[in-house]
C-alpha cells in the first residue's frame, strides 16, 4: 500500500515537471535555444569582434641606419606588421631575455614577406652599424626583415620618449648605463600601433618582452594582423 502511494506521488510529480517544462522545451526547440537556460542565457555572448585588436594610433615616423648601412624608415615596413623594440647590445640585465623573446617572434613567423622586426638601440655611440651586425650574428638571426637600427641618440631618445612612450634613459648609476622598457610595440600593415584588452577590458598598449603570457600573447596577436 505505502509502495503504491509512493509511485502515485512520484507519478504526480513528473506530471506537474511535465506540464511545467515541456512547453518551454518546445519553444526553446522552435527558437533555436535548446542548449541555452536561464543562466548561459546571462553569460556574455562571444562576438564576431572579439578577435579584433584595438587601434591605439599611428606610429611614430622613423628614419635610421641598420645593420648593413642602410637608410630604413616606417615605410620600409608600409604593407607588413611588425614588432619593434628598444635595446643596446651590451645590456646586461632585460636586453638578454629581450633577445629571446624576440627570437622565438622570429621564428614563429620566419619566411612570411609581410611580417619584420624592428630593434632600435639606445646606446648608438657604441652600437655602430658593425656592432649591430656582430650582435645580430651572435644572436642567430635569420630573418632579412629583422633591422637593427642605430642614429642620433637624442633622435632615438625622442622616439622612444616621446614618439612611443616607450621609456628610455642613461643612467651611470645602473648595469650598463642605460635603463629602457622591455615592452614590444606591435604595428599593423597600415602603420598602426595596435594592442589587445586586458582581463578588465582595458587596452594594454605594449607586449611584455620579459613575460612568456607576454610573448605567446604578441604571436596571437600577429596572426589576427596578418589576415586583416
Known sequence: MLKNKSYIGISFIILI????????????????????GDRLDRVNPITANEDQLIKI?????FELINQDNQKITNESYKGKVYVLEFFFSTCPTICPKMNQSMLLIEKKFFGNPNFGIVSITIDPEHDTPQVLKDHAKLLGVKSSNWNFLTGDKAYIFNLANKGFNLYAGENKKVDGGFEHSGLFALIDK?????????????PILYYDGLDKKGVR????????????
Open 17 to 36: 515537471f511535465g506540464i511545467y517544462a515541456v512547453p518551454k522545451i518546445v519553444e526553446r526547440i522552435k527558437n533555436d535555444k535548446v542548449v541555452q
Open 217 to 228: 600573447n604578441i604571436q596571437q596577436d600577429i596572426n589576427i594582423l596578418l589576415k586583416e
Open 190 to 202: 597600415n602603420g598602426n600601433i595596435r594592442c589587445r584588452n586586458d582581463d578588465f577590458g582595458n
Open 57 to 61: 594610433g599611428p606610429a611614430p615616423k
